[in-house]
């Protein structure tokens, strides 16, 4: 079982009169920066103008630029994009790490596959809440917080885990607990679950659903719904008690033809397919794939997901949430007017 650590473990004093940059201010930036101003820690943000700048002089910052916010700061949080983090990196953090000062980032990927190489006198760590920064945020502010992966890559001080544990807790992540892992198990767990069934898998499964039904001739709208729009059904009852659970939910044949039906869409060869795509990870060929796609500037990555915005799917959902009243009202005027 993995280790996990609670708010009574952590000192709360690990960072007092320490300075904290948060670079960047995004989903997570935002969330970690607002959470530790919260816990009346000293916090900087550091960013370059566009498209959070706005949000964050909303939010009460005086902003930095990535540069200013790193010099002098104890604790330099690394919350911009992954692709973005070796320039920020290089150009404006590297000149003002400070000796046995901190860098911490919220996924392991730059640090893990070396586009990002720090000195050796200072502590290399993670905090990775396990929740998007809108939730991170939401929990906190209601006294909760959600459940953080904690990893110390290099103790240079002698003090990182302390200091670590410490910014969980600031960001409420002690509260439901923190487990214990390395860069390597949180990075390359990550980007299989992202591949092989959060977003590459669950997405061609029901594409390839949606299509198996449309091609059967039945109508597009019938296959939405049975492909698409029930899946939050599902997922939330997972989500909420596991796969137990949701079976205690569904009908006596929904659940048999789980049972008999399943592992012949998921067989030997789906789960072949998942081994060599954990391989890539593990060898680290997706992450030159990625980063080498990026230097070329993405021509793969925009095809691929102009191919899927066009997906037939797309249209039949945009017309058929038009009518769905309990989505986000601001989701459904932006439906509408599409």
């Known amino acids: ?38 816990r009346k820690l000293d916090v900087v943000v550091g960013l370059r103008r566009g498209n959070s700048w706005q949000q964050a002089e909303q939010d009460g910052w005086k902003l930095l630029s990535p540069a ?7 604790v330099i949080v690394m919350l911009a994009p992954d692709m973005a983090q070796p320039a920020i990196y290089k150009n404006d953090v590297a000149p003002n790490l400070k000796a046995g000062g901190m860098l911490l980032f919220s996924h392991g990927f ?12 200072i502590d290399i760590t993670m905090v990775a809440p396990k929740g998007p920064g809108n939730l991170v945020r939401r929990q906190f502010e209601a ?25 969980a807790n600031a960001i409420g992540g002690t509260r439901p607990g923190v487990i214990q892992t ?31 039904l449309v091609q059967a001739g039945y109508q597009p709208e019938s296959a939405y719904f049975e492909c698409l729009h029930e899946l ?35 067989d030997e060869r789906v ?4 081994k060599k795509i954990l391989e890539e990870i593990q060898t680290g060929q997706f992450a030159r794939e990625w980063v080498l796609e990026n230097q070329a500037g993405r021509p793969q990555y ?37």
């Not at 789960?271 to 998942?274: A, G, K, N, V, Y």
């Open 1 to 38: 079982m993995a280790k996990m650590f609670w708010e009574q473990d952590a000192n709360p004093r690990a960072l007092e009169g320490k300075r904290i940059a948060v670079i960047g201010y995004g989903s997570q930036g935002r969330a970690h920066a607002l959470n530790l101003r919260d």
């Open 68 to 74: 200013d916010a790193a010099k002098g700061a104890d």
């Open 110 to 121: 730059n640090i893990h596959y070396g586009q990002i190489a720090p000195p050796a006198n």
């Open 143 to 167: 006294g909760r917080g959600v459940p953080c992966l904690l990893a110390v890559h290099q103790d240079a001080s002698g003090h990182a885990f302390d200091r670590t544990l410490s910014y």
């Open 182 to 212: 390395t860069f390597a198990e949180e990075t390359e767990t990550d980007l299989f679950g992202e591949q092989a069934v959060l977003c590459g898998g669950a997405r061609a499964l029901i594409q390839a659903g949606w299509e198996t």
């Open 232 to 266: 939050k059904l599902i997922v939330d009852l997972i989500y909420e008690g596991g796969i137990a659970e949701m079976h205690k939910f569904v009908s006596e044949t929904a659940k048999y033809g789980d049972l008999t039906r399943g592992n012949r869409v998921i």
């Open 271 to 274: 789960r072949e397919s998942m």
């Open 302 to 338: 925009a095809k691929l997901l102009e191919r899927d915005r066009n997906h037939p799917i797309e249209k039949v959902g945009q017309e058929l949430r038009k009518q769905m009243a309990w989505l986000k009202p601001e989701a459904v005027a932006a439906q509408a007017k599409k």
